[in-house]
């Protein structure tokens, strides 16, 4: 059988609780780039979930996977990890070379092996056969999973600072493209993609702008989503501004303009300056909860991201 090409990714479902249950295993969720690898004769493509090539931005990924003689199509996560073992995008964000940091690979689906598809086989065959042929690497690395003990694997993850964990149903099979219900994501920190729908610029500051407006779609309807005012350094808002200039725009592109006014240690305060732009532009926030109006508390950016497109961010 030829090698597939183009394969969506397998999408879990948010669910607001850990839990116990034999007949699921649970991993750690990683803060990277989703990576679905093909590997054949020596020859190698990273495709992101709406299958950019990374082959050669993650350049060490690549030569790693150009070693490992098989024939195969594998899943998983990309990422930097800091001094305590952590993924941090931010940190994938601005890697260029081996200098800003090490990147890892941790691979937890088979798709494909030596001329068979295997996306109809349980989860736990795709795995235990996986584990059989992972190469001795410092790169490439398999992702461990706990079986039936969520909670207590939840707390340690959270103690360690994780994101959170996933949760799969040991006898699914993989549906490419799909957001299944067999596959649950616990989060220890809220996270999410945006889509960046314009800038404030308080009178006075010295920064290029003070906050990101963001949007997310629900039912196909550009839906606003709040703002971010922390997260940035000179640089990043550098890199910001420079990839919104050729989206700006003179029309709100939300139905009807939103409250932009900024609430501070004396009260609320009207924002003096807003620029939009084209809703094209993901970016990935982190926040503490959203209040009963959908405002979200203690928030901060955490990075651009260029592997999805804002029509695959969804209000939640």
């Not at 964000?93 to 092996?113: E, H, K, M, T, V």
């Not at 993850?157 to 006898?171: S, T």
């Not at 725009?249 to 939009?276: A, H, Y």
Request: positive net charge; glycine residues 6%.
């Amino acid at each position: 059988m030829k090698m597939p090409r183009n394969i969506r990714p397998m999408l879990a479902t948010i669910t607001d609780k850990p839990f116990n249950n034999e007949e699921w295993a649970f991993e750690m969720k990683l803060d990277g780039y989703r990576i679905i690898s093909y590997v054949e004769k020596g020859k190698v493509l990273l495709h992101s979930r709406n299958l950019k090539d990374y082959s050669a931005r993650f350049f060490p990924i690549s030569d790693a996977l150009k070693k490992w003689k098989v024939n195969a199509i594998v899943d998983g996560e990309v990422v930097v990890l800091n001094s305590k073992g952590v993924s941090v995008f931010n940190d994938l964000q601005n890697w260029n070379s081996p200098a800003d940091g090490n990147l890892y690979y941790y691979i937890f689906d088979l798709l494909w092996y030596d001329g068979d598809d295997l996306m109809n086989l349980p989860l736990r065959e795709r795995r235990t056969k996986l584990r059989s042929i992972m190469p001795k690497s410092n790169v490439l690395l398999f992702s461990d999973e706990v079986e039936a003990k969520g909670v207590a694997f939840f707390k340690q993850a959270r103690k360690q600072g994780l994101e959170g964990i996933i949760a799969k149903r040991q006898d699914s099979t993989y549906a490419p493209g799909d957001r299944s219900k067999d596959w649950l994501k616990v989060k220890a920190v809220v996270d999410e993609e945006m889509i960046v729908c314009g800038y404030t610029k308080n009178e006075g500051s010295p920064s290029l702008f003070s906050a990101l407006v963001l949007g997310a779609y629900k039912r196909n309807k550009l839906v606003f989503q709040g703002q971010v005012g922390t997260g940035f350094n000179r640089n990043s808002q550098k890199d910001i501004m420079a990839k919104l200039n050729p989206l700006f725009v003179k029309k709100c592109p939300f139905p009807e303009i939103p409250n932009l006014s900024s609430t501070g240690r004396w009260g609320r305060r009207k924002v003096d300056f807003v620029q939009w732009v084209k809703p094209k532009l993901v970016c990935q926030v982190k926040f503490l909860e959203r209040t009963p109006s959908g405002d979200l508390r203690h928030q901060s950016f955490l990075g651009l991201r260029d592997d999805k497109t804002a029509k695959e961010v969804k209000a939640f």
